[in-house]
């Protein structure tokens, strides 16, 4: 299959539409697309937004480079298990990345089936997160090695965003566990069925979030991709979470993505 074909043929689009909502993630080599043709290829599912610290390239706006040299610091943004801009009132629907360039060794990219993670939760888990709404921030992500000043001004350009903990699927009606590295706090978990004395507040809710985010984890909802250049993945942000593994440093590797606006989670 060649995306640069689905720009223009509305049934393989609708097929490779079909194939990501069954399937979550999907893989494809040796793509020869153009720049031009990543973006007009992406924007079929949706408009495109720019990443708010690495931004897009100008040439080309909604196309993200992530680009690692060398000499560049390990900034460990991407190595941890994250659906991205969660911290959005509308996180990415989801996003088409390209390889440009990799490591001979490493570098690989790790996806999570949170849906699955969800069913698998035990009954009385699923009874105590029915409700249960939860913050995401950038601030503790991006922000957290910017100076004061700079990450005050990154939270007050995009504020922390408030989600259901099992968020709906809005195309195929599945219940997804949506928490991740962007979230901080249960927003509503100090009742009185669940809190007898203040006490118990911290303790309970820190345990339970630690334990829900930590479902990502669990290698058998997982699925590993090695990078070739000209590799592309595409994945439905709102079911699944991922992981840039940080493994191959001091080397380049070269990504370009283009992430898809997404619809408030419910």
Known sequence: MNLADAIDDDGLFAEIRAALLKHRVLFLRDQNISRAGHVAFARRFGELEDHPVAGSDPEYPGLVRIYKNPDQPNDRYENAWHSDATWREAPQFGAVLRCVECPPVGGDTM????????????????????????????????????????????????????????????????????????????????????????????????????????????????????????????????????????????????????????????
């Open 111 to 266: 996806w999570a089936n949170m849906v699955l993670a969800y069913e698998n939760l035990p009954d009385h888990i699923k009874v105590q997160i029915a409700d249960l709404r939860a913050r995401h921030s950038i601030e503790a992500s991006f922000g957290a090695a910017m100076p004061i000043e700079k990450r005050l001004a990154l939270k007050t350009q995009f504020p922390d965003a408030e989600h259901p903990v099992v968020r709906t699927h809005p195309e195929t009606d599945e219940r997804v566990l949506f928490v991740d590295a962007f979230t901080t706090h249960f927003t509503n978990y100090h009742t009185p069925g669940r809190v007898r004395f203040g006490q118990d507040a911290n303790p309970g809710a820190s345990d339970l979030l630690r334990y829900l985010v930590s479902q990502a984890y669990i290698p058998e909802y997982q699925v590993r991709w090695r990078w070739k250049p000209n590799s592309i993945a595409i994945w439905d942000n709102r079911s699944t979470q991922h992981y840039a593994v940080m493994d191959y440093p001091p080397c380049h590797r070269k990504m370009e993505r283009a992430g898809i606006i997404g619809d408030k989670p419910y």
